[in-house]
């Protein structure tokens, strides 16, 4: 597979993505992605990541798989008394493999690392017999727990927002919220807008509103909180978005799809940031 046809795959997925933006009249991302844990092979255990995590999600609602469990053809044909279904059809899941290319410059040899995207197929547990259907769910903290062992400040406030000065998250009490699931996601978003303090993983926070940086960063938080939600079961409902930045986003990938695979990178790597603090609280406790 030329690494043409996987980005042409890409941007099948991109205009998929363009599209529920475009049909959505709040949040950037479809509120029926959200819930039953993130995607996951089913026979080695491990969540997808990233721009995976998007093309997975988009095709369970499309298709209205039950499963959020994905296998290659391979390792259905090792389960014993599992086939797949007739007439299934395959999703791909892409990643870059790094090829290494020997120069001579100036008389010396120097090794380029060149970044080629690549892809397989996987098929969803929903579209095969002989095995056992569950949802294999990772998580078990719930969501005052998680953001306690982020260690981030959370003040009552009359607006949610996040200050990258004071390093604290402003948030109104859960009861001026009309859904627990609302204030959730909301504070979720902010959580995420908090990992880019220096301390943290540090990403530039000096776009002012209007701006391409601010809608960027706003794309990040959202899509992070969006993995969020999911990792820890909760039903999303995302906050409303400015006009500007759904316009922004959408005007951005139809003129570079490979926008997304950035914006999922950065969202992945917040996502992974704060489970990793998880992980820390556990292991001091």
């Not at 690494?3 to 479809?30: H, R």
């Not at 990541?49 to 090792?78: A, C, D, H, P, V």
């Amino acid at each position: 597979m030329s690494n043409n046809t996987a980005q042409l795959k890409m941007n099948e997925i991109v205009a998929k993505v363009i599209t529920s933006i475009e049909n959505n009249e709040t949040g950037l991302w479809s509120k029926s992605w959200i819930g039953g844990g993130l995607p996951m092979n089913y026979s080695t255990g491990t969540s997808y990541s990233g721009f995976n995590i998007i093309t997975l999600m988009i095709m369970q609602e499309e298709e209205n798989y039950t499963s959020n469990q994905w296998l290659t053809f391979n390792q259905i044909r090792k389960i014993k008394g599992a086939k797949l279904k007739k007439g299934s059809a395959s999703t791909p899941v892409f990643f870059f493999k790094i090829l290494e290319k020997k120069e001579i410059i100036k008389g010396k040899e120097e090794i380029s690392k060149i970044p080629l995207l690549k892809f397989y197929y996987v098929y969803n547990l929903d579209q095969c017999e002989g095995i056992e259907i569950g949802t294999n769910k990772e998580h078990s903290a719930n969501l005052n727990e998680f953001v306690a062992n982020c260690n981030i400040e959370i003040k009552t406030r009359s607006e949610a927002y996040y200050s990258p000065s004071k390093d604290y998250i402003g948030i109104p009490d859960l009861k001026l919220f009309n859904t627990t699931e609302s204030y959730a996601s909301t504070l979720l978003h902010e959580l995420s807008h908090s990992t880019a303090h220096p301390s943290r993983l540090d990403r530039d926070m000096t776009g002012k509103f209007g701006s391409e940086s601010y809608a960027k960063e706003e794309c990040i938080a959202e899509l992070s909180s969006m993995f969020l939600c999911s990792h820890l079961d909760i039903q999303n409902e995302a906050k409303s978005s400015e006009a500007y930045i759904k316009n922004w986003l959408i005007d951005s990938l139809k003129a570079e799809p490979k926008l997304l695979w950035k914006i999922a990178s950065e969202s992945q790597k917040v996502f992974s940031y704060l489970l990793d603090q998880q992980e820390k609280e556990e292991k001091a406790a």
